[in-house]
């Protein structure tokens, strides 16, 4: 039976990751009620029949799908999701569900859902785009719901973080984008500007009936950004 509050997923893998222990410190502090979901509770499905959102931190997908390896860790630690976890998270998604994916997360959800969307940074040389931590100004668009509240000028934290561009048959959003020229630096050292000038740094895509918000930002980082 669905509950009249809406009830939050937060994944958590077993390969411990201190970006979900800030993402749960701040849902916490700020009232919200959440579930830790491993990956066996992915695995088990009907994830639509008892989460209304699904959060995944800033973790990699190889840890999202791999985690240990089996015979290093006690059985019931070792593994990821898997293939059968991908299937779950699209179903979800697919029937209504909204994924919500932090920073580097949001290429597991790129790869694996097939989202008409790309990391239009993600193939470059470090010698060519870095932007290990910094904070930037962001264009946002405060009339979406995701970005209510946000000026239209946002000072956010980045670091090693996708940005976007959209493909043929996108249906959604652009939260957030950098500006279309000059350099987005407000503090910290960002190098490359110029490969980001005018691509998003938050979409919201249309999956099925769900959809997905792939932030590329750090927005809860060390629980520190408000």
Known sequence: TRVDRPSIGLYRPWRA???EGWTRWVLEMYGFE??????ADVRAGDLIDRYD?????????????????????????AGGIGPEGVREIDAFVRAGGTLVTLNGSSH??????????????????RS???AGGAIVELHTDPSHPVMSGMPAR????VGRSPVFTT?????????????????????????????VQGYAAAVDVEHGDGRVVMLGLRTQWRGQPF
Do not use: C, Q, W
């Open 17 to 19: 990751s201190m970006d």
């Open 34 to 39: 959440i579930k830790s979901l491993y990956n």
């Open 53 to 77: 959102v699904i959060i995944i931190a800033d973790i990699g997908a190889r840890t999202i799908l791999e985690g240990y390896e089996d015979g290093s860790v006690p059985a019931r630690y």
């Open 108 to 125: 597991f959800a790129m790869d694996e859902l097939h989202l008409p969307v790309r990391d239009v940074t993600r193939d470059l040389a």
């Open 128 to 130: 060519d785009y870095f």
């Open 154 to 157: 946002a000072k956010v934290m």
């Open 167 to 195: 493909e043929d048959g996108f249906a959604g959003h652009v939260l957030a984008k950098y500006p279309s020229e000059g350099s987005p630096l407000l503090s910290g050292y960002f190098l490359g500007e110029e490969h």
